[in-house]
């Protein structure tokens, strides 16, 4: 089972932990988290990468960071599972890549960085996959107007036929 003291230890006492629902949630400082998930994968046996995703903490109550970036692993030999919690800021978001660990994380970052905006460096075709090319905002972000921006009358509409 994972040890929160081995990776305080080798990490630093800025790496908590806390419960939710049976849901083991450890909290890692960004500049830190890809060796923490690192580790968690070489040596703890965290061989899959579950789901990925981000929230915006913007104007939540007692919040002091902009993003959460969630990483929901699991060994897949003894069936214990983990979330691993980072945070960032304005103005530019980015965390390490972490698809050389697992490729499962391909979309998801993907699908992190066109919803939010969160760089994820060294990943290897980091490009909106939901939203067109053209498309300069971040729609998940809690300060995107939730009429848009008026974007809808600049893309082309595709009729049934052409598609």
């Not at 806390?18 to 890809?34: A, E, G, H, L, M």
């Not at 970052?109 to 490009?127: A, T, Y």
Request: glycine share 6%; no cysteine; proline share 7%.
């Amino acid at each position: 089972m994972l040890d929160l003291d081995s990776l305080q230890e080798r990490f630093g006492n800025e790496i908590t932990e806390s419960s939710f629902r049976d849901n083991r949630r450890i909290v890692v400082p960004s500049d830190k988290v890809y060796f923490v998930l690192e580790q968690l994968w070489r040596e703890w046996g965290f061989d899959m990468l579950v789901e990925m995703t981000a929230a915006d903490y913007l104007e939540y109550p007692g919040a002091t960071d902009r993003f959460g970036v969630m990483y929901v692993l699991l060994n897949t030999t003894t069936g214990e599972r983990v979330i691993i919690k980072t945070h960032l800021n304005l103005p530019d978001p980015e965390l390490p890549s972490v698809f050389p660990l697992w490729h499962s994380a391909d979309w998801l970052e993907r699908e992190i960085f066109d919803m939010f905006g969160i760089k994820f460096e060294g990943h290897p075709d980091l490009r909106r996959i939901l939203m067109p090319e053209e498309f300069t905002a971040f729609p998940l972000r809690k300060d995107y107007p939730l009429k848009g921006r008026g974007e809808r009358h600049n893309f082309p509409v595709i009729t049934r036929a052409e598609s």
